[in-house]
């Protein structure tokens, strides 16, 4: 079956009100072998700005080794970005929005994304000392503390004061088209913050399934008035190991993104994050 042909078999699971999460969908390898970044208006020079950002994106998306981009044979191959695209396609991000007078199309920002042939990003990843990740990739139940100050909570599917960071977390697994579960809160009953953050993960893997998830993803998030921002700590097993990574300083979007990146490193055979 040729190339482009293939199917990869990927979980998705979305946490709607009402609505049971659905276990997989099959999504094809166009899905797979496309990225997508914003840019300013339609011009060549912001394009090959961007075709650089897709090539690192794809890369990361198919691989899910984060680790690529600090390789010193990326400089070279972000200077011939264009040549690996197959076609690319714009979306204005203000469509429906008149153009104000002084405005033209060129200050408008756009979604680029960048179509590729799988042949030729594996051949890249090849090159690179890496190859795709084809396999199923696990839905991740997501077991969260924050503590802000005085305010302390578990991320629940139905925690209010969550809303934003549950949209949040959804929003960072769509470039490694990753998916996320959160656990309501009568499945957090009877875990306390402490248990959140120390238990073993082969319990947590147990819930995550009750919840609808593959396995489990546990963190805590802390606000640092001396960091700037919070404190990420991430938990993940796979194969008999747990694995823990850190973030500092950031925003709970970037820490979020963190904790897909990671698990996607972890669950591609890529490693520690």
């Known amino acids: 079956m040729p190339g482009f042909l293939r199917a990869v078999l990927l979980t ?15 999504i094809t ?14 011009g060549e020079v912001n394009r090959r700005i961007g075709f650089k950002d897709c090539l690192d994106r794809v890369l990361v998306r198919v691989s899910g080794d984060q680790r690529l981009l600090e390789k010193p044979e990326m400089a070279a191959l972000r200077d011939k970005a264009g040549d690996f695209v197959d076609a690319f396609r714009y979306h204005d991000r203000l469509e429906g929005i008149p153009i104000h007078d002084e405005q033209g199309t060129h200050d408008r920002p756009h979604d680029l994304t960048c179509l590729y042939k799988p042949t030729t990003v594996d051949k890249l990843l090849a090159q690179l000392g890496s190859k795709p990740w084809l396999g199923e990739r696990p839905t991740l139940a997501v077991f969260l503390t924050v503590e802000q100050g005085a305010r302390h909570f578990a991320l629940s599917a139905e925690e209010e004061r969550g809303k934003t960071m549950r949209e949040s977390f959804v929003n960072a697994t769509d470039p490694l088209l990753m998916h996320v579960v959160f656990p309501k809160a009568v499945q957090l009953a009877e875990l306390d913050e402490k248990g959140l953050r120390t238990d073993d993960m082969a319990r947590l893997d147990l819930l995550a399934k009750q919840a609808g998830g593959a396995q489990a993803l546990a963190g805590s998030i802390v606000w640092s008035d001396k960091d700037l921002g919070w404190i990420a700590d991430w938990r993940l097993a796979d194969h008999g190991k747990t694995y823990r990574w ?28």
């Open 246 to 273: 850190q973030v500092r300083g950031v925003s709970f979007d970037e820490a979020f993104r963190v904790a897909i990146g990671g698990a996607a490193q972890i669950l591609s055979g890529n490693g520690q994050p």
């Open 29 to 42: 390898t166009d899905d797979l072998y496309q990225s997508r970044t914003i840019v300013t208006g339609q």
């Open 12 to 26: 998705v699971v979305f946490v709607t009100t009402g609505f049971a999460p659905r276990a997989a969908f099959a």
